[in-house]
């Protein structure tokens, strides 16, 4: 990650924190992973900012509820899992450093309401098709460690069944 070369530039820019889930379902034993288009173009996850005392959890399933209508999610754990630092310009033209926590959830629901005003498109994809097709290298980046997780998970969660 890069902050620039000058360490009090960084204290005083600008954060964000969004929280978000990396979804997906088993679809004829492939996971498949919910990738989003966003109205400014580029393909990531659900997202979105917390509200005021919001925990975590709940705006990363609230936020994902609003843009795909999806409510029946299994976290596989009660902690976001992975976590993406970057550095962006808003519209005013700021550099902000940017945090965003990623929960990983599994649904067996497939049928996708988008919120329009956020969200233009949408699909389920299987991983290589996912990495083509999210936009940013810190995407890619989360759902490589996403994946890597839910094949552990998976591993240890049929284990688990045999004992």
Same mark, same amino acid.
């Given at each position: =990650? ?5 360490? $009090?530039?960084?204290? @005083? =820019? $600008?954060? &964000? ?10 679809? *004829?034993? %492939?996971? !498949?992973? #919910?990738? #989003?288009? *966003?109205?400014?173009? *580029? +393909?990531?996850?659900?997202?979105? *900012?917390?509200?005021?005392?919001? !925990? ?9 509820? /609003? /843009? ?6 299994? #976290? ?6 992975? /976590? ?10 700021? /550099?902000?450093? @940017?945090?965003?926590?990623?929960? %990983?959830? !599994? ?5 996708? @309401?988008? &919120?329009? @005003?956020?969200?233009? &498109?949408?699909? +389920?994809?299987?991983?290589? &098709? ?6 940013? $290298?810190?995407?890619?980046?989360? #759902? ?20």
């Amino acid at each position: =990650m890069k902050y620039g070369t000058n360490q $009090k530039n960084k204290v @005083k =820019m $600008k954060r &964000d924190y969004s929280t978000g889930v990396i979804l997906y379902r088993k679809e *004829h034993g %492939i996971n !498949k992973y #919910l990738i #989003l288009k *966003h109205r400014q173009g *580029h +393909w990531a996850f659900s997202k979105g *900012h917390g509200k005021i005392n919001e !925990k975590r959890q709940t705006t990363a399933l609230r936020e994902l509820f /609003e /843009e795909t209508g999806i409510k029946n999610v299994n #976290l596989i754990s009660n902690t976001p899992l992975i /976590e993406e630092n970057y550095i962006f310009k808003n519209r005013k033209g700021e /550099e902000i450093i @940017k945090k965003v926590e990623y929960f %990983i959830g !599994k649904t067996e629901e497939s049928n996708i @309401k988008t &919120d329009s @005003k956020e969200i233009s &498109d949408y699909k +389920w994809a299987a991983f290589s &098709d996912a990495i083509a097709t999210v936009t940013y $290298k810190e995407s890619k980046s989360t #759902l490589i460690k996403a994946n890597e997780i839910i094949s552990e998970y998976n591993k240890n969660a049929s284990i688990n069944n045999y004992l």
